[in-house]
């Protein structure tokens, strides 16, 4: 019996030193970005808007949502949810039946502002719903009166080993007409759960003086996915938004504000580190733009947080992190070779299964490799094949304004596997404690055809060498 589905392969490839570069190359000028009145708020007074999801806690019995009003009235800050379903139960002992209304419960959100230069956001709400029952779907409101507006999420199934779940993977997204491709192909299809973003988010920093309305049209761009499941988020250099020509020197302000995560459950003392497990898939999220240097507190953190690791329970093991530590492409080539150098040993001795990574804004799969006998003396400096090592994934391919990095190395080096100038997203889908399905799709391909294929044999409990 075939235990896993079988994908179309269609792509104009060439092999070069064992790996595949695609010669399907998409044009390289700049994507075009969508304008500002593409996104109107919604109807209504004070209607909330940008509304956005997170995981609320470390086990995934707990939902951020976050949304944004244009003022901060009496009410405006709480979000009421229920469990969808059964309404109405039979009374077997009167003989007769009773509508039973679902239980509805209220919680209140923290509410807050920025200014960035001249520019002063709405009001910003992020309720932490917890103690939710898992593998549940709820319905939730927010605003008032005549503008409340209704969504809906499912809670994951309970933390455990051969918990089927399936991720969507993308990153460098911005909100071009290009990224609309990426994001409703990505929704098209029915198996996504939840969100891998590997940072770079709205790209306001393209635009003079870090022009805040686009992290506004962001938010309304990406709601019609993000209030329906949550996005876990890495934070890249287009959030940064440091700026001290215009007396802007507190780094990652924006996103900040708008984008909040449970990190305080992982123990970390930062919202751009942090970890959460969700069904079989332990996650770590990585801060490139953060000190990682030894006695760090990013260092000392991830250090710990390995060890907490528990294979037996989330036997899958993730990391993102914005900039790629195996990068053939000439753009942001070698950016994080200092971060590599310093945690990829710790990788492999894990047995990471996967690292994802954005900031290229094309595509690359890399084979299961180390670089970790260099020691300056010795001269091993070059890359190579270890089952114990995770596969790096660079995902910076959502569609951004900046266009395609479609200027790759060559010959393509042998830590490569397949390599392609184009955008669009992945998806992970984990079907037990041995075995998951990745697939990636440009944007040019229908949603049942993948681009790049093949099946994941988890590093913990299958340490052999995958026919990629």
């Given at each position: 019996?075939?235990?896993?589905?079988?994908?179309?392969?269609?792509?104009?490839?060439?092999?070069?030193?064992?790996?595949?570069?695609?010669?399907?190359?998409?044009?390289?000028?700049?994507?075009?970005?969508?304008?500002?009145?593409?996104?109107?708020?919604?109807?209504?007074?004070?209607?909330?808007?940008?509304?956005?999801?997170?995981?609320?806690?470390?086990?995934?019995?707990?939902?951020?949502?976050?949304?944004?009003?244009?003022?901060?009235?009496a009410g405006s800050d709480i979000v009421?949810?229920?469990?969808?379903?059964?309404?109405?139960?039979?009374?077997?002992?009167?003989?007769?039946?009773?509508?039973?209304?679902?239980?509805?419960?209220?919680?209140?959100?923290?509410?807050?502002?920025?200014?960035?230069?001249?520019?002063?956001?709405?009001?910003?709400?992020?309720?932490?719903?917890?103690?939710?029952?898992?593998?549940?779907?709820?319905?939730?409101?927010?605003?008032?009166?005549?503008?409340?507006?209704?969504?809906?999420?499912?809670?994951?199934?309970?933390?455990?080993?051969?918990?089927?779940?399936?991720?969507?993977?993308?990153?460098?997204?911005?909100?071009?007409?290009?990224?609309?491709?990426?994001?409703?192909?990505?929704?098209?299809?029915?198996?996504?759960?939840?969100?891998?973003?590997?940072?770079?988010?709205?790209y306001a920093d393209d635009h003079p003086?870090?022009?805040?309305?686009?992290?506004?049209?962001?938010?309304?761009?990406?709601?019609?996915?993000?209030?329906?499941?949550?996005?876990?988020?890495?934070?890249?250099?287009?959030?940064?938004?440091?700026?001290?020509?215009?007396?802007?020197?507190?780094?990652?302000?924006?996103?900040?504000?708008?984008?909040?995560?449970?990190?305080?459950?992982?123990?970390?003392?930062?919202?751009?580190?942090?970890?959460?497990?969700?069904?079989?898939?332990?996650?770590?999220?990585?801060?490139?733009?953060?000190?990682?240097?030894?006695?760090?507190?990013?260092?000392?953190?991830?250090?710990?947080?390995?060890?907490?690791?528990?294979?037996?329970?989330?036997?899958?093991?993730?990391?993102?992190?914005?900039?790629?530590?195996?990068?053939?492409?000439?753009?942001?080539?070698?950016?994080?070779?200092?971060?590599?150098?310093?945690?990829?040993?710790?990788?492999?001795?894990?047995?990471?299964?996967?690292?994802?990574?954005?900031?290229?804004?094309?595509?690359?799969?890399?084979?299961?490799?180390?670089?970790?006998?260099?020691?300056?003396?010795?001269?091993?400096?070059?890359?190579?094949?270890?089952?114990?090592?995770?596969?790096?994934?660079?995902?910076?391919?959502?569609?951004?304004?900046?266009?395609?990095?479609?200027?790759?190395?060559?010959?393509?080096?042998?830590?490569?596997?397949?390599?392609?100038?184009?955008?669009?997203?992945?998806?992970?889908?984990?079907?037990?404690?041995?075995?998951?399905?990745?697939?990636?799709?440009?944007?040019?391909?229908?949603?049942?055809?993948?681009?790049?294929?093949?099946?994941?044999?988890?590093?913990?409990?299958?340490?052999?060498?995958?026919?990629?």
């Amino acid at each position: 019996m075939n235990l896993f589905p079988i994908f179309v392969f269609l792509a104009i490839t060439s092999v070069i030193n064992g790996g595949i570069t695609s010669k399907y190359v998409r044009q390289a000028q700049p994507s075009l970005e969508m304008p500002l009145e593409t996104f109107l708020s919604p109807s209504g007074y004070n209607a909330p808007e940008q509304v956005h999801l997170t995981q609320g806690d470390h086990d995934g019995r707990a939902m951020i949502v976050s949304w944004v009003t244009p003022l901060n009235l009496a009410g405006s800050d709480i979000v009421t949810y229920w469990i969808a379903g059964n309404s109405t139960a039979a009374n077997t002992t009167a003989g007769n039946s009773t509508d039973v209304k679902p239980a509805k419960k209220k919680a209140h959100a923290s509410t807050s502002s920025y200014r960035f230069y001249d520019y002063t956001s709405g009001y910003l709400h992020h309720a932490n719903i917890k103690g939710l029952e898992y593998n549940t779907t709820y319905i939730y409101e927010v605003g008032t009166d005549r503008s409340v507006r209704q969504f809906n999420f499912t809670t994951p199934p309970p933390v455990g080993p051969d918990v089927p779940y399936t991720f969507g993977i993308m990153g460098d997204l911005g909100q071009t007409y290009a990224s609309n491709e990426t994001l409703y192909h990505y929704m098209s299809n029915p198996k996504g759960q939840a969100v891998l973003f590997a940072g770079d988010l709205s790209y306001a920093d393209d635009h003079p003086n870090h022009d805040q309305r686009k992290w506004d049209s962001f938010g309304k761009f990406v709601e019609p996915c993000a209030a329906f499941q949550p996005f876990i988020y890495a934070a890249g250099n287009h959030e940064i938004d440091y700026v001290p020509s215009i007396d802007e020197v507190h780094p990652f302000k924006p996103y900040t504000h708008r984008y909040p995560n449970a990190y305080k459950a992982s123990g970390s003392i930062s919202p751009l580190w942090y970890s959460v497990r969700r069904g079989p898939a332990h996650i770590i999220v990585l801060s490139s733009y953060s000190a990682y240097g030894k006695y760090t507190p990013q260092y000392l953190w991830l250090e710990q947080e390995l060890k907490k690791v528990n294979r037996e329970e989330t036997p899958w093991l993730i990391v993102m992190v914005h900039s790629p530590w195996y990068n053939s492409n000439n753009y942001h080539y070698m950016e994080g070779e200092s971060m590599r150098i310093m945690f990829e040993s710790w990788f492999v001795n894990s047995k990471v299964d996967m690292v994802l990574s954005g900031h290229v804004h094309a595509y690359e799969r890399s084979e299961r490799v180390s670089n970790i006998k260099y020691n300056i003396t010795n001269g091993l400096s070059t890359p190579v094949k270890d089952p114990n090592a995770p596969i790096y994934i660079t995902i910076g391919d959502g569609g951004n304004i900046e266009g395609i990095a479609n200027s790759f190395t060559d010959p393509q080096p042998s830590y490569s596997a397949y390599r392609e100038a184009s955008f669009g997203h992945a998806v992970l889908e984990i079907h037990n404690q041995t075995h998951a399905t990745y697939t990636w799709h440009r944007n040019q391909d229908n949603e049942p055809v993948a681009a790049d294929s093949f099946i994941v044999r988890n590093r913990h409990t299958l340490l052999d060498d995958e026919r990629i």
